[in-house]
């Protein structure tokens, strides 16, 4: 057997092997959200589901809630700027308040699910650059096509969403 083909084909099965020893990217499903959202156990003590006032009830249903597509088209671009809900598959929200005020929205937890990884890759871009404005208020936790954004009011809070992010995070690696 000649040698430049032997050496082709050895380079071929090598190549093969490798790149079938990467780990793909993970792309997660619906079924991810129930998974990892918060729970009433992962609240700091004082807080709760916040209550939905009744001028919102028309978009947001539920709390906590995995949206509709309605709640998601309208609370996309309101989200981050520039968001595009066609990119959004599925989205989960919990409105976090302190029990002396139920109506508030002192910690806000989103799931986003993008539909792939491509649409994941242009949304993420544009929160990346939310986050980073408001670093103070946000933190953003990116798995594939899957984004965790938690966000307070007061910065003094900070240090509850820093904890909530751990713990989706542990959530996350176990599955």
Request: glycine share 4%; aromatic share 8%; charged share 25%.
């Given at each position: 057997m000649d040698k430049k083909l032997f050496f082709v084909i050895l380079m071929i099965i090598c190549v093969s092997i490798g790149v079938s020893?990467?780990?793909a990217d993970t792309t997660y499903q619906s079924s991810v959200i129930?998974?990892?959202c918060i729970t009433e156990s992962d609240m700091p003590d004082g807080f709760m589901y916040g209550q939905i006032p009744g001028f919102a009830k028309s978009v947001l249903r539920n709390n906590p809630w995995e949206m509709d597509r309605t709640a998601i088209n309208k609370l996309t671009k309101q989200l981050y700027p520039d968001g595009d809900a066609g990119s959004v598959k599925n989205m989960h929200l919990s409105i976090i308040a302190r029990r002396e005020k139920p109506f508030n929205d002192d910690i806000v937890c989103y799931i986003i699910l993008f539909n792939d990884r491509q649409a994941a890759k242009k949304e993420i871009e544009k929160l990346n650059g939310y986050n980073r404005?408001?670093?103070d208020r946000t933190i953003l936790t990116i798995h594939g096509n899957l984004a965790v954004f938690l966000i307070v009011d007061d910065v003094d809070n900070y240090k509850y969403i820093d904890l909530m992010q751990k713990k989706i995070e542990?959530?996350?690696?176990s599955l």
């Amino acid at each position: 057997m000649d040698k430049k083909l032997f050496f082709v084909i050895l380079m071929i099965i090598c190549v093969s092997i490798g790149v079938s020893a990467i780990p793909a990217d993970t792309t997660y499903q619906s079924s991810v959200i129930q998974k990892i959202c918060i729970t009433e156990s992962d609240m700091p003590d004082g807080f709760m589901y916040g209550q939905i006032p009744g001028f919102a009830k028309s978009v947001l249903r539920n709390n906590p809630w995995e949206m509709d597509r309605t709640a998601i088209n309208k609370l996309t671009k309101q989200l981050y700027p520039d968001g595009d809900a066609g990119s959004v598959k599925n989205m989960h929200l919990s409105i976090i308040a302190r029990r002396e005020k139920p109506f508030n929205d002192d910690i806000v937890c989103y799931i986003i699910l993008f539909n792939d990884r491509q649409a994941a890759k242009k949304e993420i871009e544009k929160l990346n650059g939310y986050n980073r404005m408001n670093s103070d208020r946000t933190i953003l936790t990116i798995h594939g096509n899957l984004a965790v954004f938690l966000i307070v009011d007061d910065v003094d809070n900070y240090k509850y969403i820093d904890l909530m992010q751990k713990k989706i995070e542990e959530r996350i690696n176990s599955l």
